[in-house]
């Protein structure tokens, strides 16, 4: 019973543990005799389901767990590991859960006494940049308090040497990372059966920042990710960070994406400003004639909050979080309500800088980010695949804001598109001075790659499939508020141009990512140089891939 051996080699730290575990066990023992007592009615012949609940009733929980990872069917192998995670199925406690009380008793005895705790290292960083109320109200968050218990805690925590073995391997940099998704899969299966936390390997792709190519593998029913990985550093908000301003995958993000790629969805937000206070506020904004604190406090009370809309998205993920947060970001740089960087200047710079365009009334700014089709290069038997190039844009459109709270679309406003063209252009410079968009930038990496797989994997193949990693609302971390709505953006500044005055410019907009606009079709196989550089990354999987093939990710 190695659970057990767990336990009791555990329990030397604190005379409190072996009370706490002799009172589990006394449960445990009453348990399984009810277990052996109960009839076992006769079958004609055994199921994976039968199988797997012998196997724990004989307390063979690791074999239970490779029966349930061996199943070939995919609805019964999801069945089987919410059954041993304890999801149904079992009853009331016939399965003896230690890796519950192991959980319990670190997190509650001695926390800085459990190696596979790590101390404080059980806190979560909460999701850098936001915070949302127990109204569901979005709010900034400038600065870390320091005069919070548990802002000092994590402090230490996350200034703590990261622990020798895999841990401190992953986070190295590699120039070509490779992951197999197959081997990722079991990995979060056996976590998620275990009722384990997802830990930092896992969550953050073994540092994986980019993906340079995709290799098919259709015997194994695998895939393979390769590209750059590692050179990271973990900032004061919990965020793995490179100094070139990259940010690694994280799991529950790329979860969401496959699924709603394999579902057709559109994923991402919008932030809409109420009609009826929008028409308010540009009709005051009008009637003033002068500018003061007074007059932009009334002014944002006018306003009153844009409404958070998601799409395809859990609401309480931190997923939804992050493209709540970038989009609403992204509208603050564009309006000046935050500074951005060189090359990027606010919508009210352009106005002033262009007098002979005039100064549009009632404007309302729309911004969104939208997919960026790469340069996808296929190798000639279209088993592996080379992406280049930037795989998310901003785009823009400009509503006005008439009478009856009636918006307007109307032709394209140059200095929108100006806007728009100088947040590409300098992209990259604005994900390193704000990580928000590098892991925005992710989401869409990881539609390029999921709209690969849809096409490219051979019809007379084994289906691809995603298993766990297509259902992260079973085990990403899910937030108790979800978004509903943020203080609006607008600024009030007075410009008079060819006989027309500006007073106010709103922002509005959202987060836009299907993967088929990604990546409408397949390129045609290159028999060029390029293929020859695929098939040469292609050649090197197989020949550096572990001889232990449960390991999911090497160099």
């Known amino acids: 019973m190695p659970a057990l051996s767990k336990l009791f080699a555990a329990a030397r730290y604190s005379a409190l543990s072996l009370a706490v575990i002799a009172s589990f066990l006394v449960a445990w023992l009453g348990c399984r005799a009810t277990i052996a007592e109960e009839p076992t009615a006769p079958q004609e012949s055994k199921g994976p389901r039968q199988t797997l609940r012998e196997r724990i009733a004989a307390g063979d929980y690791e074999g239970a767990l490779q ?74 968050l400038e600065s870390i308090p320091t005069d919070d218990e548990l802002t000092a805690l994590r402090r230490t925590t996350l200034a703590r040497q990261v622990d020798a073995g895999t841990a401190r391997h992953w986070s190295r940099n590699s120039p070509q990372r490779k992951i197999s998704l197959r081997q990722l899969e079991q990995r979060l299966a056996r976590s998620f059966a275990r009722g384990e936390k997802v830990d930092d390997e896992l969550l953050h792709l073994a540092g994986l920042y980019r993906i340079d190519t995709v290799v098919l593998d259709p015997a194994q029913r695998d895939v393979i990710l390769i590209g750059p990985a590692g050179g990271l550093r973990r900032d004061e908000l919990g965020r793995w960070l490179s100094d070139d301003g990259r940010t690694a995958f994280r799991l ?144 823009a459109e400009r509503e006005t804001v008439a009478d009856k709270a009636q918006r307007r679309a109307v032709g394209g406003d140059p200095r929108a598109r100006m806007l728009a063209d100088a947040f590409n252009e300098h992209f990259d410079r604005l994900a390193v001075e704000y990580p928000v968009y590098a892991r925005l930038r992710t989401l869409y ?42 203080r609006s953006i607008a600024v009030h500044e007075r410009h008079a141009m060819n006989g027309k005055r500006l007073d106010l410019v709103a922002a509005s907009g959202g987060v836009s990512l299907r993967a088929d606009v990604l990546l409408p079709q397949l390129p045609e196989p290159n028999a060029g140089a390029a293929a020859s550089r695929i098939r040469e990354i292609q050649s090197t999987v197989d020949a550096s891939r572990p001889v232990v093939r449960a390991h999911w990710w090497w160099d």
């Open 67 to 140: 029966s349930a990872l061996s199943s070939s069917d995919s609805q019964g192998r999801l069945d089987m590991l919410l059954e041993l995670r304890g999801g149904g199925g079992l009853g009331g406690g016939a399965q003896a859960d230690f890796d519950s009380l192991m959980e319990l008793i670190q997190s509650t005895i001695a926390p800085d006494s459990w190696e596979q705790l790590g101390g404080p290292g059980t806190m979560e960083p909460y999701f850098a940049g936001v915070f949302v109320d127990s109204e569901g109200m979005v709010s900034d």
């Open 252 to 395: 529950d993000d790329f979860g969401y994406v496959v699924r709603g790629s394999r579902l057709g969805e559109t994923l991402g937000c919008t932030i809409e400003p109420d009609d009826e206070h929008l028409r308010d506020a540009f009709a005051w904004a009008s009637s003033q004639r002068s500018l003061s604190d007074q007059t932009a406090r009334e002014l944002a009370g006018r306003l009153g909050n844009s409404r958070v809309q998601l799409f395809g998205l859990s609401p309480a993920s931190e997923t939804a979080l992050l493209v709540v947060e970038a989009d609403r970001h992204m509208k603050r740089v564009a309006l000046g309500d935050v500074p951005g960087v060189a090359g990027i200047p606010t919508y009210l710079q352009l106005i002033a800088n262009t007098p002979e365009l005039g100064a549009p009334q009632g404007q309302l700014l729309r911004l969104w980010f939208a997919p960026r089709p790469p340069e996808v290069t296929s190798s000639e038997d279209r088993l592996a695949f080379a992406i280049r190039g930037e795989t998310l844009q901003v785009v």
């Open 445 to 486: 990496e990881v539609a390029t790659l999921s709209r690969i797989l849809e096409l490219a994997w051979p019809v007379d193949a084994p289906p691809l499939d995603w298993g766990l990693l297509a259902e992260p609302d079973l085990w990403a971390s899910q937030h108790a508020v979800a978004p509903q709505t943020v």
